[in-house]
């Protein structure tokens, strides 16, 4: 056999185990996630990870549950997270020079609510000064309660608020130990079940759009520079996920009731995601380019910068980064 004869028989060879072979898989990303395990923070979690839409771009991702946003960001500052989802603590830490925002989930605009005791002379928001309000601080309640008590003629510095974590705010409320609580969905549903008598008096929409708390995405300040690849494949399963929501509530509320919040009713995980309000991927690209987004986070900023006395710190059209969003969405 001549040296032609010999390399195009070994080389169709070659081709033939190539085509004969299995396909050898690709390894995927590996993603260090914390999250909130609440329907207007990690629906479109859940979702692209039961739909494949992560999967699809090549990601894994290594999910870690909190019980707030401030344990998350503690845990990527830390260096033990890349990512996280959260609500309006995503306002607070990035304007201290600790994360990048690059994503919005959605607007919870009646996740925030207060609620009052009628039964201990609360029935209108002036009922409340002088009394005690349990919430936890430094979170989307207490973003909410302040807005709510401005807006109806009460100076925050009139009430006393009583910090604890919201499981133990809302028990202090239905032990009566308390009478009011500013918190978030679902607990709202303890506090209808336990206290037939408690009214609530007022939730976040009745500010919304002059006011809005948002929820969403933010990356470790070295990760973020690092890894944009890996974070524009995040947003598109994320972009996917969400757009199927949106086009197929019903179906997906009962997919993430069944696989993921088996000891919750669907009608409340219905009513948790009533009480957000999510946008396509397409009207986000809107909101992002027109300025609205960085003014929504930076009201929310506005606020935890002057409750914790800080006054320099970063504006939000600094600490959010529109730009990977909107080359990565067509």
């Known amino acids: 056999m001549h040296r032609r004869q010999f390399l195009t028989t070994t080389a169709g060879v070659a081709v033939g185990a190539m085509i004969g072979a299995p396909a050898i898989a690709q390894a995927k990303t590996k993603l260090r996630v914390g999250y909130l395990h609440t329907v207007a923070v990690d629906g479109q979690i859940w979702t692209g990870v039961d739909r494949g839409s992560f999967d699809k771009q090549g990601l894994e991702l290594e999910l870690r549950q909190f019980n ?18 959260t609500g309006a603590v995503l306002s607070n830490f990035p304007a201290r020079g600790q994360g990048k925002v690059f994503l919005i989930n959605d607007i919870e605009v009646a996740t925030a609510q207060l609620w009052v005791r009628s039964d201990q002379g609360i029935k209108t928001f002036a009922d409340l000064k002088g009394k005690r309000i349990a919430t936890a601080t430094g979170t989307t ?37 308390v ?3 500013a918190l978030w969905v679902p607990f709202n549903v303890t506090v209808r079940d336990k206290v037939p008598g408690a009214v609530k008096l007022a939730d976040a929409s009745a500010y919304y759009p002059q006011a809005a708390i948002i929820g969403g995405w933010a990356a470790r ?4 520079g690092g890894n944009q690849e890996t974070l524009a494949k995040l947003i598109r399963g994320w972009a996917e996920a969400n757009d199927y929501i949106i086009a197929n509530s019903g179906p997906a ?14 009608s409340d995980i219905n009513e948790q995601f ?11 690209k809107r909101m992002y380019s027109d300025g609205t987004v960085a003014n929504w986070l930076q009201q929310s900023t506005d606020f935890f910068m002057a ?24």
């Open 221 to 224: 300040n070295d990760y973020y």
């Open 253 to 266: 509320m009962e997919a993430l009731q069944k696989n993921h919040y088996p000891q919750t009713p669907l």
């Open 141 to 177: 309640a207490h973003v909410f309660l302040d807005k709510a008590l401005r807006a109806n003629k009460v100076d925050p510095k009139e009430v006393e608020l009583v910090n604890q974590n919201m499981s133990a705010a809302v028990t202090a409320f239905i032990s009566g130990s």
């Open 179 to 181: 009478p009011a609580v």
């Open 307 to 330: 409750n914790a006395g800080v006054k320099d710190f970063t504006p939000a059209k600094t600490y959010f980064d529109p730009s990977l969003y909107l080359k990565t969405v067509a």
């Open 274 to 284: 009533k009480a957000q309000k999510m946008f396509s991927s397409k009207d986000w």
């Open 68 to 85: 707030t946003g401030l344990e998350i960001f503690q845990a990527l500052i830390g260096g033990s997270l890349d990512v996280l989802a």
